[in-house]
């Protein structure tokens, strides 16, 4: 505290903010955060104060045996102090211990604000935007560390992407650390890429342009000639940075947070939202889960944006298989398949394919995926007249010479049209009624409007369990035509001839 006074007091004591810094060395807790604090309030007051210099730094040996006054050189001196304590800092952003963390940003983040306000680069014109951009991209570079796990500072550093000019910086600084890092590291490190994406996904655009005025930095004016101001502006620099992490491999964990939100939290903010095609027809061919999340990314491309895909019924198709009613996304599966088969335009070879394909599944299936998917098939015949011959084809072939061909990749060449859904009359036999019961709504003209398959679609084996327990049964069942009388009383006992009761 002391320390600090003099050097605020008085130039001639400036020496002091050595024995400051070095304290930043230190190894005692407590001695390392008041040192934290001091150096926040003394290079704050310094930027406030204009005793830093301003514009492109000399190196301090040349100045410090040169012939400038003793105010330059003062200024140039301290500005060096200055940079040596926000290096250190931003080293202390991977520092074990969370309060130095969260103290070292806070105390960076406060130079920040303060240096945008006091820039220490010379104005070019009048109206230039000035933003201590190097300074930030320390902060950024830190809060991305390859090495250590900082998603809890992450959490702390989003207060700040409520600000338009720093969420700006942010986005643009992602960018420089992703291709900094990836150039640093022949493989880079799960953690790089997880600190990435916490840091990105924390990052949402405003939905109207007259809302980016909210600046960190306090501005006396906002020019209109200033990128940071703009929306458009800021969406181009939001899709560079998405696009610039996405065209690296990462790891298959991380493929699904990204597809998960990539719908709504990311294709509505791009600029162009059909460059992401490249990453979304590279997740589809990974299988699984991901296929599925990557083509709904896809059909929102298809519909919004007239993308051309070819290949999106036929790789939806190929994800049917007998797995599909036993993973744990078989609830989002069915109601994204739902979604993509909505459309009465579809082709009729197309939909009977999906049925047939779902119908034969079906034989296998465990009850609570039956009670899903037969209405489901059923919903598929609603919509689309065309493909009722399934359910009524009195001339058909007989059951051994099915004209469906499984094994076909593509549902167009599958013939499943000129086959019949004998699976569902199959299942009308199934041990469970509720199954059986569903089953034979083919039997009867289909009602116009569809059965929702929303609450079918998180059904498990124990809820249906439970529900068979629950059912009360009508009047009790009789066992026996003639009303006993007494335990030997019934006419023509046998027991009754030979023994009684006293």
Known sequence: GRRLEAVLASRSEANAVFDILAVLQSEDQEEFQEAVRTCSRLFGALLE???????????????????????????VWMRHRYHSCCNRLGELLGHPSFQVKELALSALMKFVQLEGAHPLEKSKWEGNYLFPRELFKL???????????????????????????????TMQAAVDA??????????VPPTFWNNAFTLLSAV????????????????????????????????????????????????????????????????????????MIDFLTRACDLGGALSL??????????????????????????????????????????????LF??????????VAAFAKRLARLALTAPPEALLMVLPFICNLLRRHPACRVLVHRPHGPELDADPYDPGEEDPAQSRALESSLWELQALQRHY???????????????????VSIAPLLELTAYEIFERDLKKKGPEPVPLEFIPAQ?????????????????
């Open 432 to 450: 469970h009624p509720e199954v059986s019961k569903a089953a034979s709504v083919i039997n009867q003209a289909l009602s116009m409007p569809e």
């Open 486 to 502: 007494g335990l030997l009383g019934r006419p023509g006992e046998l027991c009754a001839q030979h023994f009684t009761l006293s």
């Open 178 to 187: 992703v291709a900094r890092v990836t150039g640093q590291h022949p493989e």
């Open 204 to 275: 949402s655009l405003p939905r109207r342009e007259p809302t980016v005025s909210s600046f960190y930095v306090k501005r006396a004016e906002l020019w209109d000639t200033w990128k940071v101001a703009h929306l458009k502006e800021h969406r181009r620099v939001f899709q560079a940075m998405w696009l610039s992490f996405l065209k690296h491999k990462l790891p298959l964990s991380l493929y699904k947070k990204v597809l998960l939100i990539v719908h709504d939290a990311i294709l509505p903010q791009l600029a162009q939202p059909t460059l």
């Open 139 to 169: 902060v950024v570079g830190g809060l991305l560390s390859p090495e250590e796990d900082q998603s809890l500072l992450l959490s702390q550093f989003r207060e700040y992407l409520d600000y338009d000019d720093t969420r700006y910086h």
């Open 49 to 75: 104060r204009g005793e830093l210099f301003v514009g492109q730094l000399p190196s301090e040996e040349m100045v410090m045996t040169g012939s400038q006054g003793a105010t330059r050189k003062y200024k």
């Open 341 to 350: 088969l909505s459309s009465s335009h579809l082709p009729a070879y197309l």
């Open 293 to 338: 999340l990557a083509l709904n990314g896809l059909f929102i491309l298809i519909h919004k944006h007239n993308l051309e895909y070819p290949d999106f019924y036929r790789k939806l198709y190929g994800l049917l298989d007998p797995s599909v009613f036993h993973v744990k996304y078989r609830a989002r599966f069915f109601h994204l398949a739902d």
